[in-house]
């Protein structure tokens, strides 16, 4: 039974598990939680088979977080539009599921599955410029109550609505709770993005020795991201740290490029296109 190192390389210590692992994924769970893993690595045509299926034959709960897995991976490469259907179908399978007594460890349950799918619709609705409906749905996740990983995400979220609000001393608590929790948890991967939100955030607050802080911030987030094969972290990470260090600004931005193209060649077909239409993901090579 893979569970065990598929939960660790999702949300965990380990977010570079033997190939072995994810490839022997059977049941939904373990199917989900490859898809995670591979999302992660950057390799989204892999993860969209795996998402697609558990979609469309999945039983209702494993169906509505494979739709909000598969719209983070558009929103990965700036396919919004696209990612907030997915996440509006992600939320009608859950709201229609009764909450179990016991919830899971990680938020693989019915609370965490409508907090993912309500915090991926705000995500959606910030970049679409919806700012007062982003902040609504960030409110409603959070009163799902459903665990560390929606605390994290929620952190997320949140910064990123009062950075779009030009408001980055507002964002600074959002971006450390996420911090503090990923750490608290030991989940590396949400570790490592968690940094690179409060990064930003510092930056944006100028707080005392914000350039400091921020610099540490991200360099510790690529050294992990590079580690761990995180590419779907690393080159975001590399295009944060081109405007921190604008000494070396080329340096990251051929980095970013580099592990972009990578990433595009492992893409499926729509990933490659919501990216080519997106202005906020860079081409490689232009």
Not at 36 to 55: C, E, H, N, S
Not at 56 to 69: K, W
Not at 161 to 187: D, K, M, N
Request: proline share 6%.
């Amino acid at each position: 039974m893979h569970e065990p190192a598929l939960r660790a390389a999702a949300f965990g210590s380990d977010p570079r598990p033997d190939p072995a692992v994810t490839r022997g994924a059977r049941s939904p769970r373990e199917r989900l939680l490859a898809a995670v893993v591979l999302g992660a690595q950057g390799r989204y045509a892999a993860a969209a088979t795996l998402l697609d299926a558990l979609r469309r034959q999945g039983e209702p709960l494993e169906a509505s977080l494979a739709a909000s897995a598969l719209a983070s991976h558009r929103r990965q490469l700036g396919g919004h539009r696209r990612a907030r259907a997915l996440d509006g179908e992600a939320f009608a399978k859950a709201a229609a599921l009764r909450a179990p007594d016991r919830p899971d460890p990680d938020g693989l349950d019915v609370r965490g599955a409508r907090a993912d799918a309500l915090l991926g619709l705000a995500a959606d609705n910030l970049a679409l410029g919806r700012l007062a409906a982003a902040r609504r749905l960030a409110a409603r996740a959070a009163e799902q109550d459903a665990g560390w990983r929606a605390r994290v995400r929620g952190g997320w979220v949140g910064a990123e609505i009062e950075l779009a609000a030009g408001q980055g001393a507002a964002a600074v608590p959002h971006a450390e709770r996420a911090f503090e929790t990923a750490v608290a948890r030991g989940a590396r991967r949400h570790v490592v993005k968690s940094r690179i939100v409060l990064a930003v955030a510092v930056r944006m607050a100028a707080a005392p020795d914000h350039r400091k802080i921020s610099d540490d911030l991200v360099g510790n987030a690529m050294a992990t991201a590079e580690e761990c094969e995180l590419l779907s972290l690393l080159w975001p990470a590399a295009l944060v740290a081109a405007d921190l260090r604008p000494g070396h600004a080329e340096e990251y931005r051929f980095r970013a490029a580099e592990v972009l193209h990578a990433v595009l060649r492992s893409a499926d077909p729509c990933g490659r296109r919501v990216a080519g239409e997106s202005p906020w993901v860079p081409v490689p090579g232009g």
